[in-house]
């Protein structure tokens, strides 16, 4: 069973506008840890947020947030007043555990395309 | 800044020769990962070094080896290339914290003749 599942292979959005990235997981582990990552087409991966299943607040980064939804299992990315520079492939990863290395699950991401 | 480095951005092979691709870092962290990441797929790990320690994910082909001569500088090496093996290869460390993010080289891309 996939343990990160992102539904939209693609999503078009105009600038400016709102928009969300939805994320479910999977896991039978208490503690888990959620981040979001942007891929522009150069290749590099960059951070952009991070929800503890410990966190009894939503997490915000800037434009950023995530709508953590702890009973449905679900980590959505929303992105506020969209731009440009925001077209990337973006990714879903779920750690589990606290011990050991802190492995990564990925999502097979979605692709934003922002249009002006 | 401290940062992670990978050598080099682009790298071009012949199949079946042998190919090394290098990852350094000045955080200091004391994990390093080596992810494959083939066109429009998601960043699959190969292996990780937890200080000293080499741990190999299950299905990563025998073709793939990596060192750790010290804290700052990981390899990968390809033994035996094939045109499979054409991807991008991500190099990423995080520290003791387990709730802070994985940093993340540029990449190197590979390509195989």
């Known amino acids: 069973a996939q343990k990160i599942t992102q539904t939209q292979p693609g999503m078009f959005v105009q600038e400016k506008e709102a928009v969300t990235l939805d994320c479910t997981y999977d896991?039978?582990?208490?503690?888990?840890?959620l981040f979001w990552y942007k891929q522009p087409s150069s290749g590099e991966m960059i951070f952009l947020i991070y929800q503890g299943s410990y966190d009894q607040q939503n997490a915000t980064e800037g434009r950023y947030s995530l709508n953590f939804q702890k009973a449905r299992k679900s980590a959505n990315l929303v992105i506020s007043a969209s731009q440009l520079g925001d077209s990337a492939m973006y990714f879903c990863?779920?750690?589990?555990?606290?011990?050991?290395?802190?492995?990564?699950?990925f999502g097979q991401g979605t692709r934003l395309t922002i249009n002006p | 800044d401290a940062m992670v480095i990978q050598n080099p951005r682009y790298q071009v092979t012949q199949f079946g020769k042998p190919v090394t691709l290098s990852c350094s870092q000045t955080l200091n962290h004391n994990v390093m990962y080596w992810y494959q990441q083939k066109s429009s797929q998601a960043p699959k790990l190969l292996f990780h070094y937890y200080d000293k320690d080499f741990n190999n994910e299950a299905d990563t082909p025998d073709n793939f080896q990596s060192r750790r001569p010290n804290t700052s500088f990981c390899f990968l090496d390809i033994r035996s290339p094939g045109l499979g093996d054409a991807a991008m290869y991500l190099c990423a460390t995080s520290g003791g914290n387990y709730n802070q993010p994985q940093h993340f080289g540029d990449g190197t891309r590979l390509s195989i003749l």
């Open positions: 896991t039978s582990d208490p503690s888990y840890g």
């Open positions: 990863a779920m750690r589990e555990g606290t011990e050991g290395a802190q492995k990564l699950v």
